[in-house]
């Protein structure tokens, strides 16, 4: 089998990962990203660990959310957030062990 090919086989992933990765290229977003993993976090819990303020998360979560990278669900009066696509949750994985890890 040729992998050259391989990469190139469905145009909309390609697309959707160069979209991602765009969106997640600003330090903020991927903080946000590197704290929700495979959890699903409040607004007010992302602002406590983030450390600015709800108006800043809350227009970097709606650039997330456009991109179709966050989902949400509302549970009383809270909005949670947590990363839709199992994919995402994987480079996240893969961008904390490669970055976030002290070498031994």
């Known amino acids: ?11 909309n992933d390609i697309n959707k990962a160069a979209r991602c ?5 600003h330090p903020l977003r991927l903080k ?5 993993g495979k959890e ?14 709800q108006s800043n998360i809350s227009q ?9 990278i966050l989902a949400t669900k509302k549970e009383a009066n809270r909005v949670y957030y947590y ?10 994985d893969m961008m904390r062990e490669v970055f976030c890890t002290k070498p031994h």
């Open 1 to 11: 089998m040729d992998t050259k090919h391989d990469i190139l086989y469905d145009e």
């Open 21 to 25: 990765l765009k969106a997640m290229s």
């Open 32 to 36: 946000i990203l590197c704290i929700l």
């Open 40 to 53: 699903s976090i409040s607004v007010q819990d992302i602002v406590a660990q983030v450390g600015t303020s």
């Open 60 to 68: 970097h979560l709606s650039i997330l959310r456009e991109k179709n």
């Open 83 to 92: 990363i839709d696509d199992q994919r995402m949750i994987q480079l996240i």
